[in-house]
């Protein structure tokens, strides 16, 4: 495995990061929830050392699972969680006021078996709610020891700046990947404020894999449906050309995409496929050094 540094804190991180949605089974189709403890026990033992979740995947089943497979190796890990999204009755709802923050961090903490989270992340932002309040009670719990540091995730330049200033994020987390990338004015915002950019959805929901051909449907209530690269036949067609531009293995320069600037210190891969966790980690171990990963 290879490591790379967040600039604002000098941990090593996988370049290769778990993430933990598909843990949380719903929108993900035919899996295997006796597969998913072995899947992460299997890509810890691989050198993955950060484990991406959040509360709403799963309802807090992605957290448990997480919890009762680190449990007793807590200290080797890097377990980021997220607040600001949360289940009113089976609605999604954006919060990141002070009481529901509180109550979310004490659920976080319970379900993942643990004393404390190393990033703490603003999972949207959330316009009804004044950045103050929530950059109060986020460093609040950072002087309490209940979270180490604060992470962003899904800012535009605009929200970015100002969550920023306000809250002292050292991280941040955004989709990235070869049909969706990156808008160049964060990840150089990031680079000059020291900012940790981890990338999500590299294989762009198994998009950029030879996983999901020109003959994928939906089912009823695949988590994709909220992705416009699959909502519409004629971009999702405009796609499945693009991505071959990318070359073979799909997945493997898929991933050398996401990382190829040297701002991202990982990129997160959510997976319970004991074959397609072996392929993404080969992707990474087939290669020396990040240097090594082609251009683009």
Known sequence: MIYRIIPSLGWNVSVLGYGGWELGLDGWGNVNPKNCTKI?????????????????????????????????????????TKCGLVNDGGRIIHSLKRESIQ???????????????DIYQIHYP????????????????????????????????????????ACGAVT????????????????????????GYIAYSPLAQGLLT?????????????????NNLFNNQTDFR???????????????????FALRS?????????????????SNIESINSLNRISDYPGF
């Not at 604060?150 to 800012?155: P, R, V």
């Not at 531009?245 to 320069?253: A, D, I, T």
């Open 172 to 195: 941040l987390q955004n989709r990235n990947n070869y049909l969706q990338p990156e808008n160049p004015a964060v990840t150089e915002y990031c680079a000059a404020n020291k900012i």
């Open 40 to 80: 992460l026990e299997k890509a810890i033992e691989s050198g993955i050392n950060l484990i991406d979740t959040a509360p709403v995947y799963g309802n807090g089943l992605s957290e448990k699972v997480i919890g009762d497979v680190t449990a007793g190796i807590r200290e080797k890990l890097f377990i980021i």
């Open 262 to 278: 040297n701002t991202t210190v990982s990129c997160l891969v959510s997976t319970v496929n004991e074959n397609h966790l072996k």
């Open 210 to 226: 030879d996983n999901i051909g020109v003959d994928y449907r939906m089912f009823k209530r695949d988590i994709r449906r909220f």
């Open 103 to 117: 109550r979310e961090i004490e659920s976080s903490l319970n379900r993942l078996k643990t004393g404390y989270i």
């Open 126 to 165: 959330d316009p009804a709610t004044d950045i103050e309040e929530t950059a109060d009670v986020l460093n609040e719990l950072k002087k309490s020891g209940l979270i180490r540091a604060i992470g962003l995730c899904n800012m535009d330049i605009d929200n970015l700046k100002k969550y920023h200033s």
């Open 238 to 256: 405009k796609a499945i050309n693009e991505r071959e531009k990318l070359g073979r293995p799909l997945s493997g320069n898929a991933i050398r």
